[in-house]
């Protein structure tokens, strides 16, 4: 395959993705959310077509000098306003693809009036292009979807298509969460994760069985409790 076939026609990479953008038709709440707050929550020029030169975010300009927090795949939104709220002396950029999502995201942004947030609704890998490296200094991943299917794990985010990005914006020390409930994935990411720049910092059973301290349930666990599957959650450091 030649350089042509691997770009996009606008000059991006070709990068392939597999999940899902659109879900059910959006309440009229949700419209209006997105309408009027996603364009003022944008952390900037991110995509590709409004940023073809890749120049790069400046975090310290977003908010305030104050330390930058990561959430990839938000999901519903709530563990990212509740990690904003708690933590106001930090700026929280979530990604996500799923415009449902960024719509439930932003009516709690507006119910909670969190200020230190910002909303890439999209892939993560465009976000990683522009962060300086070492800008982050905590990031969460958070059930991710499994592919449960063999053939299908590489579409994980758990690969070095994703990882190798994420560590070189993460600052040295910084903290990476993961929580899952698929014990599959709780081994690739045992095997990945190290491999890519970041220390296991369980040092027993404990370490992984409970929620850390300032844990919020997300609907996502809440439904693995009810269907009998047992959470997982992993800690980091940046080597």
Known sequence: MSERDKTAPHGAPWRNFYGRRHGKTLRDSHRTFLDEDLGPLSPGAVSWEENPERAPLDPGALFGGRPLWLEIGFGGGEHMVHQAARNPQVGVIGCEPFINGVAM?????????????????????????VLPGGSVAKAF????????????????????????PLARVMAPGAELRVATDIPDYV????????????DWLAEGPSDWRRPWDDWLPTRYERKALREGRVPHYLTFRRV
């Open 105 to 129: 995201l932003l009516g709690r942004i507006r119910e909670a009036g969190v200020e230190n947030v910002r909303v890439h609704p999209g892939d993560a890998r465009d976000l990683f292009d």
């Open 187 to 198: 081994r690739q990411t045992l095997l990945e994760v190290p491999r890519a720049g970041f």
């Open 141 to 164: 991943l958070l059930y991710p979807d499994p592919w449960p299917k063999k053939k299908h794990h590489r579409r994980r985010f758990v690969t070095p298509e994703h990882l190798e």
